[in-house]
T-cell receptor, first 114, second 113 residues
Framework: AQKITQTQPGMFVQEKEAVTLDCTYD???????LFWYKQPSSGEMIFLIY??????QNATEGRYSLNFQKARKSANLVISASQLGDSAMYFC???????????FGSGTRLQVQP | SAVISQKPSRDICQRGTSLTIQCQVD?????MFWYRQQPGQSLTLIATANQGSEATYESGFVIDKFPISRPNLTFSTLTVSNMSPEDSSIYLC??????????FGSGTQLSVL
């Protein structure tokens, strides 16, 4: 069965600095997708970035990039130039091909300090 | 991206009652899902809402407790039946557009007294 592991319950970062949120996954499937979501205190889930298992380039979306290391089964989220509004919970998730729903990690609470 | 309207945004309910949560999407989507997020926890899939047929439930979730309807490709409801305080959670609907996009509604914060 697939599993997503986020080992950092909480992280602190200074405003304007970069931060890396860790995510490792476990699956024997060759085809899968990896997602990152942001959940502010309001509770909504905001889609940030997607990486397909066959994508050779790391995904980027503005200040977000995904450091995809397939052999190590890791999909870390890098946030550059942190802003106070980045303070939130961040969830890594995986979807297997043929299974449409997501499996989520336990999340990392990021706090950006001025 | 799809615009998802989820109602109500929050509710406080008495134990033993039921609450129906609505999820409306501004475009037709093939995939709709319902998730639960218990306090301080991650998201857990309740079921996949199938258009025109019974929902597909995950282990630990049953139709009698969480009946789901999906009458068309833009709308679904989740009912939380015979509620107890353990049902206090955020309930989120999610829709899929292709393989790369999975979006969530704003969630329903449910408190059961």
């Amino acid at each position: 069965a697939q599993k997503i592991t986020q080992t950092q319950p909480g992280m602190f970062v200074q405003e304007k600095e970069a931060v890396t949120l860790d995510c490792t996954y476990d699956t024997s499937d060759q085809s899968y997708g990896l997602f990152w979501y942001k959940q502010p205190s309001s509770g909504e889930m905001i889609f940030l970035i997607y990486q397909g298992s066959y994508d050779e380039q790391n995904a980027t979306e503005g200040r977000y990039s995904l450091n995809f290391q397939k052999a190590r089964k890791s999909a870390n989220l890098v946030i550059s130039a942190s802003q106070l509004g980045d303070s939130a919970m961040y969830f890594c998730a995986m979807r297997l091909a043929g299974r449409r729903a997501l499996t989520f990690g336990s999340g990392t609470r990021l706090q950006v300090q001025p | 991206s799809a615009v998802i309207s989820q109602k109500p945004s929050r509710d406080i309910c008495q134990r033993g009652t039921s609450l129906t949560i609505q999820c409306q999407v501004d475009s037709q989507v093939t995939m709709m899902f319902w998730y639960r997020q218990q306090p301080g926890q991650s998201l857990t899939l309740i079921a996949t809402a199938n258009q025109g047929s019974e929902a597909t439930y995950e282990s630990g979730f049953v139709i009698d407790k969480f009946p789901i309807s999906r009458p068309n490709l833009t709308f679904s409801t989740l009912t939380v039946s015979n509620m107890s305080p353990e049902d206090s959670s955020i309930y989120l609907c999610s829709v899929g557009q292709g393989d790369e996009k999975l979006f969530f509604g704003s969630g329903t914060q449910l408190s059961v007294l």
